[in-house]
C-alpha cells in the first residue's frame, strides 16, 4: 500500500516528464521548456483542480500541433508507470491492462 506522499510524488514526477515530452511538441526550448514542465509538475499540488490533460490538449490545439486525445493519453499512462517504477510491457501483460485503467479512468473526469 501507497501513501499519500508517495502518490503525489509519483503524479509530480509524472506531470513533470509529460510536461517535457509535451514542450518538446510545443517547440519550446530553454527556460520556457523547464517553466512549462515545471507549471505542469505544480498543478499535482492541487489534484482538486489540476488538469494536465485538459491543459495539454488546450496549448496543442492553439499551437496546431497534431495529436488525439487516445494519443496524449497512451503517453500519460506511458509516464504514469515510469514515474511509479514502473515499465511498460511489451506484447501485453498486467502493466498494459493497469495503463488501459489509467486512461479509462483519466478519460472518465
Not at 530553454?30 to 496549448?59: H, N, T, W
Not at 496543442?60 to 515499465?87: D, N, Y
Request: some cysteine; overall charge negative; glycine content about 8%.
Amino acid at each position: 500500500m501507497t501513501s499519500f506522499d508517495d502518490d503525489l510524488r509519483k503524479t509530480i514526477r509524472r506531470n513533470k516528464l509529460l510536461g517535457i515530452w509535451a514542450a518538446e511538441k510545443l517547440r519550446l526550448v530553454g527556460a520556457d521548456a523547464d517553466a512549462y514542465s515545471d507549471a505542469l509538475a505544480m498543478d499535482a499540488m492541487d489534484p482538486e483542480r489540476s488538469d494536465v490533460f485538459g491543459k495539454i490538449c488546450q496549448d496543442f490545439a492553439a499551437a496546431g500541433v497534431a495529436f488525439s486525445h487516445e494519443q496524449i493519453l497512451s503517453v500519460m499512462s506511458e509516464l504514469t508507470l515510469k514515474a511509479g517504477g514502473l515499465t511498460p510491457a511489451k506484447g501485453g501483460g498486467s502493466l498494459d491492462a493497469a495503463a488501459m485503467a489509467i486512461a479509462k479512468n483519466l478519460t472518465s473526469r
